[in-house]
């Protein structure tokens, strides 16, 4: 599956922002998929997972109940709401797909990742 981000910017804190992530192909809904961001000088997190259904869903700590992730199916897309920005989440931010039809947090499961959107947020 491919993958493509969209939706970055730059924001002040305490704004939102939704990035998305358009799959190609036509069997998106066989894939679990993650949000994943990446500041400078610091490794590639996982973020938010949810599964091939939308039905089970993972924040992190550090962004729970401020982010949500969805997926819509029958338009392919996976989406991350991201609300009450703070500038910590500044990040570049990345979209995957993993092996699983189920939610997974271990990031050597996903296999196809998108090209990365950058956010940026003011304090």
């Known amino acids: 599956v491919q993958l493509q981000a969209s939706g970055g910017g730059l924001v002040q804190a305490g704004g939102s922002l939704r990035l998305s992530c358009a799959a190609s192909?036509?069997?998106?809904?066989?894939?679990?998929m993650g949000w994943f961001r990446q500041a400078p000088g610091k490794e590639r997190d996982l973020v938010a997972a949810?599964?091939?259904?939308?039905?089970?869903?993972y924040a992190v700590d550090s962004v729970k109940g401020r982010f949500f992730i969805s997926r819509d199916n029958a338009k392919n897309t996976v989406y991350l709401q991201m609300n009450s920005l703070k500038p910590e989440d500044t990040a570049v931010y990345y979209c995957?797909?993993?092996?699983?039809?189920?939610?997974?947090?271990?990031?050597?499961?996903?296999?196809?990742w998108g090209q990365g959107t950058q956010v940026t947020v003011s304090s």
């Open positions: 949810i599964n091939w259904s939308g039905g089970s869903t």
């Open positions: 995957a797909a993993s092996s699983a039809l189920s939610l997974t947090t271990t990031p050597r499961l996903y296999v196809s």
């Open positions: 192909g036509r069997t998106f809904s066989s894939y679990g």
